[in-house]
């Protein structure tokens, strides 16, 4: 088994995952929009529109920072990488999201999960998509939420 | 040290860690109780008994989707597996979980962790044992727990 | 890429990150030094001044275990690791940890991470540097900690 496991590229593909929390909570737009597709879709809805492509997600990362969150701290775990083929894959990873806003002492918690598709562009796997789920919320600044009960169903 | 280090076992142990809470989680019982061997034992205790068996988890676990819990978050980390044989293997791993019941506002939090036993059976990694324990919990529905500083002794 | 991914250096380090939880909360002091080179310094400050050694980090968790936390919980996730050459890396991860102190109900909370620094010894590699960050706390023994927006930057 030890060939279709993949381990190289599991490990590559699961430090996109990583990267995207380390990036996000340290404010580095630019570093976390260069691990998704050119054409990449992020889904934080269903209250907000998807975003289409790296460039629109850099900009609103980079305006978050800037005028939202004051900080935050994104926790991934249970990370999980399906191949479709030796140029796709996707996956879910659990998630909690800790979020101080600007001109607040409110704390907005998110517990949660994404759901991700991968694909090889160049020999280099990137984020093609990506969408976020919540078991729950406590203080956050969105109600509605797409039902992590249904992320293998999405 | 790679031959000893068994990465591509390590990483099919990991996912039944990991898929042990996807599924709880995304209420799919069948899958679940696919992860453990027919004769696993299950200890959620000790205030409850030991569950002895796959088709008991699978009830148990059904029920507990159906009448208890709206909605669960179990989130796993440091995941620690230790080789004893080339069919066996015991590890542990940290735990918070968050857990919704019906008809009910409250949220109950638990952080703790697992103690695992695997073994290969049919050339496929199985889930032979599995002990909870706790560090600590609030607004949760049982009181007493094993204890999570003696996790190694057990 | 499957050379330079070294998985099984990186899994064997991403141990060290998760054992240093594990022996923490179970309160093994001897097995938490035996993570970290002789030399190693350890900063949990800014309050306190860096910890220089295994031996005094040895004595300090002991105390901590034994006079001022009841009961922790260290769940790492987001594991990073940046190989420099064949004995030196370097990483970091995100930190969620539990408190519960002595003589007190209160749960101190700390959402944050680790700045990571490692060194192959004798075959085997250890932590020679750890700095703690912090993104917020709640009710939490010390007030000012290094600021995990600047991890990336320490």
Redesign the interface.
Same mark, same amino acid.
């Given at each position: 088994?030890?060939d279709d496991?993949r381990?190289?590229d599991?490990?590559?593909i699961e430090?996109l995952m990583?990267?995207y929390?380390?990036y996000f909570?340290?404010?580095?737009p630019d570093s976390l929009a260069a691990l998704f597709t050119t054409d990449a879709r992020i889904d934080y809805g269903p209250e907000v529109e998807p975003i289409l492509g790296r460039d629109k997600l850099r900009t609103m990362v980079a305006n978050g920072a800037a005028t939202r969150f004051e900080?935050?701290?994104?926790?991934?775990?249970?990370?999980?990488v399906i191949f479709e083929s030796d140029e796709r894959a996707h996956g879910?990873s659990?998630l909690?999201a800790?979020h101080?806003y600007f001109g607040s002492d409110v704390?907005g918690h998110l517990? +949660? +999960?994404y759901r991700y598709q991968f694909r090889k562009v160049d020999?280099e796997w990137l984020i093609s998509d990506l969408k976020l789920f919540a078991?729950?919320t406590?203080d956050f600044h969105r109600s509605q939420m797409h039902d992590?009960?249904?992320?293998?169903e999405s």
């Open positions: 088994m030890a496991v381990l190289a599991r490990n590559e430090l990583k990267r929390c380390l909570d340290t404010k580095h900080s935050t701290n994104h926790q991934i775990c249970n990370e999980i879910t659990h909690y800790w101080k704390i517990w +949660g +999960g020999d078991s729950g406590e992590f009960r249904k992320i293998l």
